[in-house]
Every structure is written in structure tokens, then in C-alpha cells.
């Protein structure tokens, strides 16, 4: 009989920690397919002094929407950068004067994106970078996937591109003629 309540306790134990490890990766903050497709502790200085070096790349952001613009296809939103912190929660940046404090824009379909967005105090964005800039310094990104959250850190909803392979361009290659405002190419 001993032996058997061994067994019993080392299954109950297995169990539990395949149930732990489990609920620990569904409660993620971002899918691990964007974590592992990002560029690495990519800052937004990093973007706004090298853009040449991550032209193409998935990087990761955290921000607060402070403004918006939108045409017939496509919604921009101005996101005031807010720094991820290791579980890709954006906080506040420690210095509001630092170049960590700016701004970066995404893009994203209009007929896609939830009208719940602009309900969302923060979110944390996985976008590729487009290689373009808005108002000379701030980087632009396409939209692959976003998390919304609401006052609190409260989940306030998801968002995630149907093909994150897809990069948005005009047809016909040149500039972004279906966009709103002026686009500077690096």
C-alpha cells in the first residue's frame, strides 16, 4: 500500500505542475511566436537613431494612445511610448525628458482593428518596422499584434494581424499614397 500512495502523490504532484506551467503560458502577455520573432531589448531610441539597422525587423513596444488619424483603408495611431517591463507591461519611462518619452506611430487596416482600442489606457505592441518616419523622427510600424489594457493593468482586449508576414506597401512599390501625412523614408 505504500507504494501505491507514492504513486498517488508523485502523479498528483506531475499533474500539478504541467497544470501550473500551463496557466503560467496561457496567461501570457504576448505570444511567444512575437517574443521569439523580435528583435531583442529594442528600445525606441535605438529606433529613432539607427532606423537602417531595423528596416524590416518585429520589434516590441509598449504605448498610450494619445492620437489617431485614418483614410479610407488605413488608421494611424500616435502611440506616447511607454517602456515594456519583463512580462511586456508598459509602465511610465523614468525620465518624461529622455528620447524614451517620444512618440512612434502604427498602422494597421481600418476594417481590422476593434473600436476597443481607443478604450485601452496602455498597450503593448509587437509591429514590424516600415523604415519610414512621421514629423522627421518618429518611426512608424506596421501592426502585427496588440494587447490591450485598461486602467489598472486590467486585460482590456487582443488584436493580432491574420498574416504577420505581411508588410503593408502601396501597390506598385513608392510611397504610401493612401496614408495620411507626410512619410520620410531612411
Not at 511607454?82 to 517620444?102: C, F, H, I, N, T
Request: proline letters at 10%; a positive charge; glycine letters at 10%.
Amino acid at each position: 500500500m505504500p507504494t501505491c500512495g507514492r504513486l498517488q502523490q508523485w502523479s498528483f504532484l506531475i499533474l500539478l505542475a504541467v497544470s501550473l506551467t500551463l496557466t503560467a503560458a496561457g496567461c501570457s502577455k504576448v505570444p511567444r511566436y512575437y517574443v521569439r520573432m523580435a528583435e531583442r531589448d529594442v528600445t525606441l531610441t535605438d529606433l529613432v537613431v539607427h532606423p537602417e539597422k531595423y528596416q524590416g525587423k518585429v520589434v516590441l513596444l509598449g504605448g498610450a494612445l494619445i492620437d489617431e488619424e485614418a483614410n479610407e483603408q488605413y488608421i494611424w495611431l500616435r502611440l506616447k511610448n511607454r517602456p515594456l517591463d519583463q512580462d511586456y507591461m508598459p509602465k511610465r519611462p523614468v525620465d518624461l525628458s529622455s528620447p524614451e518619452a517620444g512618440s512612434y506611430w502604427v498602422t494597421v487596416e481600418k476594417s481590422q482593428l476593434p473600436q476597443t482600442y481607443r478604450t485601452w489606457a496602455r498597450m503593448t505592441v509587437a509591429g514590424r518596422v516600415t523604415g519610414t518616419t512621421r514629423f522627421e523622427t518618429e518611426p512608424v510600424l506596421a501592426l502585427l499584434y496588440v494587447r490591450g489594457w485598461g486602467i489598472g493593468g486590467k486585460p482590456g482586449g487582443v488584436w493580432e494581424h491574420i498574416n504577420p508576414n505581411y508588410v503593408p506597401g502601396p501597390p506598385g512599390g513608392g510611397k504610401y499614397p493612401n496614408m495620411p501625412g507626410p512619410l520620410v523614408p531612411h
